[in-house]
């Protein structure tokens, strides 16, 4: 499900000492080197199924704060904090995962709606089509969760990820 942030970070500072990266001017994103690490999860159809229940009250409760931590990012994060937004992609094959996306803009849509445009930021283990650093843009209402986090290795939100890192695989899923 969810990979490594820390990761993903060092790899992103690999591929630009490599050669230059296509990123448009899009904004710097910080992860503290001692941030906590996310723990990727293989998910069959029946732990897919356990975690998708689990996480139904999370979810809602994390929706709820995401208005005041989407109004913080719009009037400017302090330096080296960043803003991610959790939502799920899915691919032609009906697979799914659950990413983070580096926020890098929230704008109206056409229908007065909000979009985010940002940058994947893990690298996909389940679904094709998407890859580390690609750019995304998704409606607000595919926001699954959210998280900010700081140049001291803190981070606000998350609810989700901290919720996996405690959880116990249902005893029916164990193999």
């Known amino acids: 499900?969810?990979?490594?942030?820390?990761?993903?970070?060092?790899?992103?500072?690999?591929?630009?000492?490599?050669?230059?990266?296509?990123?448009?001017?899009?904004?710097?994103?910080?992860?503290?080197?001692?941030?906590?690490?996310?723990?990727?999860?293989?998910?069959d159809s029946c732990l897919q199924a356990a975690a998708d229940k689990a996480i139904g009250p999370i979810m809602l409760q994390a929706r709820a704060t995401y208005p005041e931590a989407r109004d913080r990012f719009l009037h400017g994060l302090p330096p080296r904090q960043s803003f991610f937004v959790v939502t799920e992609l899915r691919d032609s094959s009906g697979?799914?995962?659950?990413?983070?996306?580096?926020?890098?803009?929230?704008?109206?849509?056409?229908?007065?709606?909000?979009?985010?445009?940002?940058?994947?930021?893990n690298e996909i283990r389940l679904v094709s089509g998407y890859a580390l650093f690609q750019p995304y843009?998704?409606?607000?209402?595919?926001?699954?969760?959210?998280?900010?986090?700081?140049?001291?290795?803190t981070e606000e939100g998350n609810l989700i990820g901290n919720f996996f890192d405690h959880w116990q695989v249902p005893a029916v899923c164990r193999r």
């Not at 820390?6 to 296509?22: H, S």
């Not at 843009?137 to 290795?153: C, F, K, N, S």
Request: glycine content about 6%; proline content about 10%; cysteine-free.
């Open 1 to 43: 499900m969810f990979t490594r942030i820390r990761r993903a970070l060092l790899l992103f500072v690999l591929a630009l000492a490599a050669g230059p990266m296509p990123l448009q001017a899009q904004r710097p994103v910080h992860v503290a080197p001692n941030a906590p690490r996310d723990r990727p999860m293989d998910a």
């Open 137 to 153: 843009t998704l409606p607000e209402g595919d926001v699954m969760d959210w998280l900010i986090t700081r140049p001291d290795g």
């Open 95 to 121: 697979r799914r995962e659950r990413v983070f996306v580096a926020v890098d803009s929230i704008l109206p849509d056409s229908d007065g709606a909000s979009r985010i445009a940002g940058r994947i930021w």
